[in-house]
């Protein structure tokens, strides 16, 4: 069989062993078949199981968010590239990081870094959207609310003991716009926070009230 006509039955750029094995049914060795796919980088391994086409044989761009769902699950893109995704945070952020209700994990593959930080599974269930992106490939991605609190969370050794203290973290080190911070939903954060038990995001929450008020009162 060749690469034409296994691209021919594989319609989606991201498959599994079970579609590839099941597109080589007819071969006498099919195992073996899929060994000289991989070193003709026909298709490439993501991890055991899990496949994309190399890049002469792609017909689109493959959506790496949606690999990042299917690399570790159940997860979804959230923290620093989620953070960037939205313009939240003006860095460029290479690697794809999620969370999971599962145990952290990091996956250095042939087309990039997929990091998995474990959070609890009553903070893992609220805060996100699936996403349709180009080609059918649709993906789940924290809300932006909930990937800045995901992001605060993570950060184990940050010592916040108040609302301004909160502030100036998210301004000066994350370089978060004050009219970003000023239009998060805090009752959701609120919420997140107790799902969390995180001090921290009480924080943020009792500061985007503030900063709501003061917004108000200058609008008066």
């Known amino acids: 069989m060749e690469a034409i006509d296994i691209r021919a039955q594989i319609e989606t750029e991201i498959f ?5 094995i099941h597109t080589l049914k007819d071969l006498s060795s ?3 078949k899929i060994t000289d796919l991989l070193r ?12 994309v086409f190399g890049p002469k044989y792609r017909r689109h761009p493959y959506s790496k968010e949606l690999l990042a769902n299917l690399v570790h699950g159940p997860s979804y893109i959230s923290l620093d590239y989620a953070l960037a995704y939205y313009g939240i ?12 209700p599962n145990r952290s994990r990091r996956f250095n593959t042939p087309v990039g870094l997929f990091i998995y930080r474990q959070i609890p599974p009553g903070a893992y269930e609220t805060g996100l959207v699936r996403v349709e992106a180009d080609h059918e490939q649709a993906f789940l991605i924290a809300t932006p609310e909930k990937a800045l ?3 605060i969370v993570s950060l184990r050794s ?11 973290f998210l301004e000066e080190d994350l370089r978060i716009e004050p009219d970003f911070l000023k239009s ?32 108000e009162t200058n609008h008066e």
Do not use: C, N, W
């Not at 940050?158 to 100036?168: C, G, H, N, P, V």
């Open 184 to 215: 998060l939903p805090a009752e959701r954060i609120y919420d997140f926070a107790q799902r969390y038990r995180s001090r921290k995001l009480r924080y943020l929450s009792q500061l985007v009230r503030q900063l709501q008020k003061a917004g």
């Open 158 to 168: 940050l010592a916040i003991a108040s609302a301004a203290e909160m502030q100036r």
């Open 40 to 51: 003709q980088e026909i298709i490439i391994r993501v991890k055991k199981g899990l496949y």
């Open 30 to 32: 099919p195992r073996d």
């Open 149 to 151: 609190a995901d992001k």
């Open 16 to 20: 599994d062993y079970q579609t590839l």
């Open 89 to 100: 945070i003006p860095e460029r952020v290479e690697a794809l990081t999620s969370v999971t």
